[in-house]
């Protein structure tokens, strides 16, 4: 079975990007073998530290995943400072870091009407930097996130059904 190491970019605990986490992981149930990365624990990227456990933790969790599912929500127009943090960390060295050609597969949430679409397309330029390979399937954006959210999980059945079917041919094409 393959493994996905989820990474969300929103420490919230009822924020839209864990809420859809929780969707997908319950929708997946059985397809896939997942983990969470805890990117919470990591210090403030910083060349200087060389040996934080945490950090090589994540680069662990990378290196066994088959693949990647980013659930990013949009901060000022761009990726969350603290999944910017965790993609630094695991960066290195450049272009030979656990990140070359592993793939990824990219959702973003939004309150608003776009649902986070430049997040998605500045975490896949960034993705694309480190030669990760970032699925091409349709986008999935997901708009109005936060009044989608019921009981702790992204309640639009109709989205996670989208959702689940791209990160279905995600996972068959690992």
Request: with cysteine; hydrophobic share 45%.
């Amino acid at each position: 079975m393959k493994k996905l190491l989820f990474l969300c970019g929103s420490l919230r605990a009822a924020s839209s990007s864990r809420a859809t986490v929780r969707s997908l992981e319950a929708s997946l149930k059985g397809k896939c073998v997942i983990e969470h990365a805890d990117i919470a624990s990591l210090p403030f990227y910083n060349a200087d530290i060389t040996d934080d456990p945490n950090v090589q933790r994540l680069i662990d969790q990378i290196d066994a995943a088959d693949g990647l599912l980013f659930v990013t929500p949009e901060y000022n127009y761009s990726v969350p400072g603290l999944l910017k943090n965790a993609i630094d960390w695991a960066s290195r060295p450049a272009y030979q870091s656990v990140f070359k050609s592993r793939k990824c597969f990219v959702i973003s949430v939004s309150g608003g009407l776009l649902g986070g679409v430049r997040a998605q397309s500045h975490l896949k330029y960034i993705l694309n930097g480190m030669l990760a390979e970032v699925f091409p399937w349709q986008e999935v954006a997901i708009t109005q996130a936060n009044a989608k959210v019921k009981d702790g999980v992204l309640a639009d059945e109709a989205v996670i059904d989208f959702a689940t079917q791209a990160v279905e041919a995600f996972i068959e094409s690992l």
